[in-house]
């Protein structure tokens, strides 16, 4: 389903906006840097559904331009049959970030998807916009265009969040493979949480309008079905489930609406609190995302805060545009990894059964710690008393992040000056050393805090085989 908060530069303390959300699949992750690519001409790349899918398909080849951006992104291995890797979006070198989030288009749509549908998936249009966007708008024209010319391959509704440091776009694509599609422009004064993604009134006779874009047949379609007559063009009530903003997403808006009317207005704290609070962020979500929407001198200085889980127990730690690496312990593994239950790591098994039969993943990197198994032991160990453990959690990860909330914002002078000086090889490998530093201090420190729960649970008695399944009350 996914998670996705904006808010724009006039209600932040630092003066630029923040884009940040999670994913939310029962699958691995891993946070990746992907960098600038030439292609050569006549390439393409694959991308649909195939037949396996929830809503099956027909993959297709889709032609690749000359040359696609470096970014940051997380990739997952499994969502409704959709073909791996998958991403829900990150962020590139020209400051577009992107959030996928589900979006549930009306059951008629979803019935009249073709079994035999063809077109680029949620994830294809991600990856493409922080491929090639310059600009928020840009990602936007550039899906359009390419539902266009291509379709969408739909598994029941789905939307982004695209964003840069001016403005961002709640972008809506439909089920039923009419290539039917909506975005809404979000401004400087904005507060816009997707989960599910939403779009009210469209002033459909206003064509041109700046804050507006859409397939050309989004209103004909809707009177051609008898869903829309005349008046204001609601896309959630037309195309959409009908709810408008579900109980969390009112409950979040609000919550940072308020925390946006104080003096000191919203920060970085404020928005890890977004997306760590119990009542959005549970064992569903598979990592967390901080973008701060910013226009540095350099590009490497570009970042995003990553935590490898949902975030209510994992601590975030900073990621740079410029870097070439990140720590093994974060790259992909066996855990969770769709496929890798029936795989060895035995070279001599390719030469016997074929290539399906040896793992997809680094043996190297198998050879290190985990970042999301070690996340995910001590979410499932500090649920096992939440009343005692979460707060005493919640508050290690805090202070971790007001020590690198400093730190990030001395390390990026020292990396702004070097570069100035014309030091640019210095400056990114200052970040590439700062930040696998502090990605393995991180883990590190989850790491403790497990072993020390473990421990009291062990001494009392709590940490029970037969014990039920237990969670934190949420909101959606």
Not at 137 to 160: D, F, K, Q, T
Not at 351 to 374: I, K, L, M, W
Not at 378 to 391: E, I, K, N, W
Not at 445 to 468: N, Q, Y
Request: overall charge negative; aromatic content about 8%.
């Amino acid at each position: 389903m996914s998670y996705a908060i904006y808010v724009g530069r006039n209600l932040t303390a630092e003066g630029h906006a923040w884009l940040a959300g999670y994913g939310d699949e029962p699958s691995s992750h891993w946070l990746e840097i992907v960098p600038r690519t030439t292609h050569q001409p006549g390439a393409t790349f694959r991308g649909g559904v195939g037949h396996t899918a929830d809503l099956p398909g027909v993959r297709i080849d889709v032609p690749q331009v000359e040359t696609t951006f470096r970014h940051l992104r997380v990739s997952y291995s499994y969502y409704k049959g959709v073909p791996a890797p998958i991403t829900n979006g990150g962020l590139n070198e020209h400051g577009v970030a992107v959030r996928d989030v589900w979006s549930p288009s009306r059951e008629e749509l979803v019935a009249m998807t073709p079994r035999d549908q063809r077109g680029l998936n949620y994830s294809d249009l991600a990856r493409v916009c922080l491929d090639r966007a310059m600009s928020a708008r840009h990602g936007v024209e550039l899906m359009g265009e390419l539902i266009a010319g291509h379709g969408e391959a739909s598994y029941g509704g789905n939307s982004h969040l695209i964003a840069d440091s001016n403005e961002a776009w709640v972008v809506i694509q439909f089920a039923g493979g009419k290539g039917l599609w909506a975005a809404h422009r979000l401004g400087p004064d904005s507060i816009r949480a997707s989960r599910p993604g939403y779009i009210h009134d469209i002033p459909v006779n206003e064509p041109g309008h700046p804050d507006f874009m859409y397939s050309e047949n989004l209103v004909s379609f809707a009177r051609e079905m008898g869903w829309y007559e005349d008046g204001p063009f609601d896309v959630n009530a037309v195309y959409g489930d009908g709810k408008g903003r579900w109980e969390g997403v009112a409950w979040i808006e609000d919550e940072m609406r308020e925390r946006a009317a104080r003096p000191e207005k919203i920060g970085l704290a404020d928005m890890i609190w977004a997306i760590r609070t119990g009542k959005l962020t549970g064992d569903s979500a598979g990592y967390g995302q901080v973008v701060p929407l910013t226009e540095p001198e350099n590009t490497s200085l570009r970042m995003m805060w990553h935590a490898p889980i949902g975030s209510v127990a994992a601590p975030f730690a900073p990621v740079f545009m410029g870097q070439d690496n990140v720590p093994p312990d974060f790259a992909k593994h066996r855990y969770l990894t769709t496929g890798e239950d029936h795989r060895f790591m035995d070279p001599r098994r390719d030469q016997s059964f074929g290539p399906d039969v040896v793992s997809q993943v680094n043996q190297a990197v198998e050879g290190t710690r985990c970042a999301v198994h070690e996340c995910k032991r001590l979410l499932y160990l500090m649920l096992q008393d939440a009343d005692r453990f979460v707060p005493e959690v919640t508050r290690a990860l805090e202070d971790s992040e007001t020590r690198l909330t400093v730190e990030t914002a001395r390390m990026l002078k020292l990396a702004e000056a070097l570069s100035r000086a014309g030091n640019d090889a210095d400056a990114r490998h200052l970040l590439d050393y700062f930040s696998n530093t502090e990605l393995t201090r991180s883990l590190d420190l989850v790491i403790a805090l497990s072993a020390s729960i473990e421990a009291r649970l062990r001494t009392s008695g709590t940490l029970c085989a037969d014990a039920p399944l237990k969670g934190l009350p949420q909101v959606w």
